[in-house]
C-alpha cells in the first residue's frame, strides 16, 4: 500500500511496507507544493517543457528543503526513453554533478545521494538492496519497457553488486494505467517475445488499438530475474485519472509539468 504523505509543502507518495527501511527515503512526488503556475502548477521539476526556469528552481529548492537535503545532492539524468543505465561511481559522479547524463536509469551505492528520475505517465520503480547498500531509479515508458530495462536494471544489481533476488526491494509509482493507455500496433510490435506480452495488452474493438499495462509489463519482468512478489510494491494511481495531483503528459495533451521521483540511502546507516 502506498501512504500519500507530506513535507512542508511537498505532498508525495510512498510503499508504506518501506518504513521499517529506516536507511531508504523513498518519494514519489505530487505536483502539489510548489510555485509553478497555469499547465506547470504547482511543482513541475523540469524547465524542458516550457516552465520559466527561476520557477523550476524554486521547486527544487521546496523540495530540497522538505527532505533536509541539499540541492547538490540531487542526481539527475537527462531521460532519453532507451535503456541506458548509469552506475554511478566516483568518476562517473565527478564527470555528470555539472551536466545530466543521457540515461533512463541510475544505480549507486553512495550514502546521501539522491538518484532522481522525471515522469508525467511514464512509470518510475526506485529500488534499494538493504544489504549491499544499493539504491536505483528508473524511468520505463513503452520503449525502455520494450527494451527491457527494468529486467535489465535488476540484473546490475546482480551483477554488478552480488545481490541477491531476495534482497532487492522495488516500488513501482504512480504512471498512466491501462484504463487511459491506449496503444497502436507499433507499442505492441515492440513487445513481440516478451514474456509479459499477453497479460499486459488487452485488444481494443478498433482493429490495431491496444489497452497496455505498463506497470504490469514492468512488474513481470522484475519477477522474471527472481525478485519475490512479496518485494515489488505497487500502486494503481493512474496520472491520466488523476491530474488533479499528478501531471500527465497523455491527459493533457503535452502542455504540462514534470514530476519528481527519488530515492536516497540515508547517511549515518550501515550500508
Not at 511496507?17 to 505530487?30: E, K, Q, R, S
Not at 555528470?96 to 508525467?120: N, Q
Not at 516500488?171 to 513481440?192: F, K, L
Request: glycine letters at 10%.
Amino acid at each position: 500500500m502506498f501512504e500519500l504523505r507530506k513535507r512542508g509543502t511537498v505532498e508525495y507518495f510512498t510503499p508504506a511496507a518501506w518504513d521499517v527501511f529506516p536507511y531508504v527515503t523513498a518519494a514519489f512526488c505530487t505536483r502539489r507544493g510548489g510555485v509553478s503556475t497555469g499547465p506547470y502548477a504547482r511543482l513541475n521539476m523540469s524547465g524542458r517543457e516550457g516552465e520559466a526556469e527561476v520557477n523550476v528552481n524554486s521547486n527544487w529548492e521546496v523540495v530540497a528543503a522538505a527532505f533536509g537535503l541539499a540541492r547538490r545532492h540531487f542526481f539527475r539524468i537527462h531521460q532519453v526513453h532507451g535503456d541506458g543505465i548509469l552506475v554511478i561511481d566516483d568518476e562517473a559522479f565527478r564527470t555528470f554533478t555539472s551536466r545530466p547524463p543521457a540515461y533512463d536509469a541510475v544505480i549507486a551505492a553512495r550514502p546521501g545521494l539522491a538518484l532522481c528520475i522525471l515522469t508525467a505517465d511514464c512509470v518510475p520503480l526506485l529500488m534499494f538492496d538493504g544489504k549491499k547498500g544499493v539504491i536505483a531509479a528508473v524511468h520505463a515508458g513503452w520503449r525502455g519497457t520494450a527494451l527491457g530495462i527494468a529486467r535489465r536494471a535488476a540484473t546490475l544489481f546482480k551483477e554488478r553488486f552480488q545481490s541477491r533476488p531476495a534482497d532487492i526491494q522495488v516500488a513501482i509509482g504512480p504512471a498512466i494505467g491501462p484504463c487511459c493507455y491506449e496503444v497502436d500496433d507499433v507499442v505492441h510490435a515492440a513487445m513481440a517475445g516478451h514474456p509479459e506480452q499477453d497479460a499486459a495488452f488487452a485488444p481494443r474493438r478498433t482493429a490495431g488499438k491496444w489497452r497496455f499495462d505498463l506497470r504490469l509489463a514492468n512488474r513481470r519482468q522484475l519477477e522474471e530475474t527472481g525478485i519475490p512478489v512479496e518485494n515489488i510494491q505497487e500502486t494503481d494511481l493512474c496520472t491520466s485519472c488523476r491530474r488533479e495531483i499528478f501531471f500527465s503528459h497523455r491527459g493533457e495533451a503535452g502542455k504540462t509539468g514534470r514530476l519528481l521521483n527519488f530515492v536516497v540511502w540515508n547517511e549515518g546507516h550501515p550500508g
